[in-house]
């Protein structure tokens, strides 16, 4: 790479008065800028020396690479003469920079307290499909599964129980995250979920308190009033851990804390919060029940552009109290979810179009991989690393989602549980509705694919631009020209190792873009149970960062391998890491590259996942994931064939 030009070109791009700081961590360029719409996003897509960008926490973020992105930041640092900070540092410049918004503010807020809450809904969301398939009739016929197989009644009854767990007990879920995310202790704020949830509250009546009258009702399958609870808590807490001696902080603290939200939940937040949901909910249901498959429609053709602004990161939320209104009997059901699906389908469908309608070789692999994933109801890639870039295939596919949405209200499709939003999802929909579904589906999909195929076909130079296109300047070519004369080492085939022992994981499941959407390449994930790392090859240290979060190695089969400790631990500047490795070092499969204190960076709140990624997959025909589950140091984690 021609670390200079690639640092000329971005620097061209993006404006050089446009720029107000710049950081770089282990694998990208961080940006704070004055005005993202003077981005010139098509010649930075263009770019071989970009392997993707996007913004987040008010920073624009350009994926270069381990080993190149420290000498392209040198380069920029020296052409625009901007004063080098920490990746720390640009956070807080960030946060200067950027314009507070309130609404996005409480929809970060929801998302941050949801998302980490989503594995669980869909657990029990899928336990309650499999107990609806189980007793639903006219589903195999005119008796249920229990009727015909009254043997297994009792693991119906078993999974009824399981399945209602996360929902009943949601304030408890929604305690712990809640806690988090307001800086409040997370164990007193499952303390505070569970007494919302006690089954002596289920029992009614009144408690007499001094002479004040206060109505005993459970909190369970109740979203908003444990929200208030736990916000209440760390208001609480905060105060106190600043007021009281620290010699009866420890004692004290949780006792005052837990005693006066209690009081005051049971009191007034939790009757007034709880009436607030129930508008809220009552009012949904209203707009669902008078605009129908008219407002089903409008829906389905806005939803995908709602993910690109975050907005959808709020609706577990609000899906919670209507699947809880549905199954206490006051509520049609979740609709959001079904819209959801039938976009989520049709941007599949217009990215698979894609893949049969390209020639280009990176958005061949980079479209079918993303059609899958959106099909499952993953869109992200879909979205930002086909369909927007192309801008023809996102349209196309708004036509199918809101056709798909129209037919589904018009059918009265309704999901009864959480769960995957795709083809997948007819396991979260009323059992007499699933065959209803699956034909909205492949409408969604049939449509979406049509459009976007036949417009593809007519505009062909829209997904296969001609050599002569603008973007074809003699820099590219001759970066192109560049990286094809570097010798290719790679084997047929060959297996990387776990570099630590804990819980693997696809790379999808990470949550950070850059690895979710696996910009840098493919790989795998570990959850660390141990803070020794080892080399996962026989090979060469190519990167040894300052930092000590993350190595690259090149291994003797040609892989190259970028392990990366930590989401943003690179903002710890090496504290908690130690390196017994530099630059140059030739190691062996199993040498001990350095440690990581895990307790101490999880208290410093980070996560610990730990990346895996072949950062020259695009030199492989298959990087396959080979572990899920528990693995040890050493143990077989992702497979690479030519």
Request: hydrophobic content about 45%.
């Amino acid at each position: 790479m021609n670390h200079k030009q690639v640092a000329t070109d971005v620097i061209k791009a993006i404006g050089k008065d446009n720029m107000v700081a710049a950081a770089h961590c282990a694998t990208r360029l961080r940006l704070v800028l004055k005005d993202d719409t003077k981005i010139d996003q098509t010649a930075l897509d263009a770019n071989d020396g970009v392997k993707g960008t996007f913004k987040v926490n008010g920073q624009y973020q350009i994926i270069i690479g381990p080993g190149d992105v420290n000498n392209v930041y040198d380069e920029l640092i020296k052409q625009t003469g901007l004063k080098e900070v920490s990746t720390d540092d640009l956070k807080q410049i960030a946060a200067k920079n950027e314009k507070f918004n309130p609404v996005m503010a409480f929809i970060k807020l929801l998302s941050d307290i949801f998302v980490p809450l989503i594995p669980a809904l869909v657990a029990g969301g899928l336990l309650m499909a499999l107990n609806n398939v189980l007793t639903a009739t006219d589903l195999f016929g005119p008796k249920s599964v229990i009727q015909m197989f009254p043997q297994i009644k009792g693991l119906e009854e078993m999974v009824n129980v399981m399945s209602a767990a996360p929902y009943v007990f949601l304030p408890i879920l929604v305690g712990i995250s809640g806690a988090k995310r307001f800086g409040a202790n997370q164990f007193l704020g499952a303390v505070v979920g569970m007494m919302m949830t006690a089954p002596a509250l289920a029992e009614g009546g009144t408690w007499n308190v001094f002479g004040l009258h206060i109505a005993i009702q459970s909190y369970t399958n109740q979203v908003i009033p444990a929200l208030a609870a736990v916000y209440l808590l760390s208001i609480f807490e905060k105060w106190l851990h600043k007021k009281l001696p620290s010699a009866v902080d420890f004692t004290f603290t949780p006792l005052i804390s837990v005693l006066l939200t209690g009081f005051l939940t049971f009191v007034i937040v939790g009757p007034v919060m709880k009436e607030l949901s129930d508008w809220i909910t009552n009012a949904i249901v209203w707009i669902y029940n008078t605009l129908g498959f008219v407002g089903t429609g409008i829906f389905g053709a806005v939803y995908s552009p709602i993910v690109l602004t975050g907005l959808h990161q709020s609706f577990p939320a609000i899906e919670t109290q209507l699947i809880s209104a549905f199954k206490a009997g006051k509520g049609a059901g979740d609709f959001i979810f079904v819209v959801a699906s039938m976009a989520n389908v049709a941007q599949g469908a217009a990215t698979t179009a894609v893949y049969f309608l390209t020639k280009d070789k990176k958005m061949k692999g980079l479209s079918s991989s993303a059609a899958v994933s959106a099909l499952l109801g993953i869109t992200e890639p879909a979205l930002f690393g086909v369909n927007l870039k192309l801008k023809f295939p996102f349209f196309c596919a708004l036509i199918g989602s809101c056709v798909a949405a129209t037919l589904a209200g018009l059918l009265h499709v309704i999901a009864v549980s959480m769960g995957s939003a795709g083809f997948i999802g007819f396991l979260s929909i009323s059992a007499h509705s699933i065959p209803l579904y699956l034909v909205c589906e492949l409408v969604s999909f049939a449509i979406a694919f049509t459009v976007t195929f036949l417009y593809g076909k007519s505009h062909n130079t829209l997904v296969n631009p001609a050599v002569s296109d603008a973007v074809a300047t003699d820099t590219a070519t001759a970066a192109v020209a560049e990286n094809n004369t570097t010798n290719d080492t790679t084997t047929e085939s060959a297996v990387i190792a776990s570099p630590v022992a804990g819980t693997a994981e696809n790379l999808s499941q990470v949550n950070d873009e850059v690895f979710s959407q696996k910009m840098m390449g493919d790989g795998a994930a570990v959850i660390p149970t141990d803070g020794t790392i080892y080399a996962p090859v026989d090979g060469t240290i190519t990167v040894a960062y300052e930092t000590k979060h993350a190595y690259g190695l090149t291994a003797d089969n040609g892989a190259e391998v970028l392990i990366h400790v930590g989401l943003d631990t690179v903002n710890l500047k090496g504290e908690h890491f130690t390196s017994e490795v530099s630059q140059g070092q030739q190691v062996k499969a199993g040498d001990k590259l350095g440690t990581v204190d895990l307790d101490a960076v999880k208290a410093a709140g980070y996560d610990t996942t730990v990346m895996v990624v072949i950062t020259n997959s695009n030199n492989y025909k298959e990087v396959r994931c080979l572990a899920d589950g528990k693995v040890n140091h050493g143990d077989q984690l992702v497979e690479v064939a030519k």
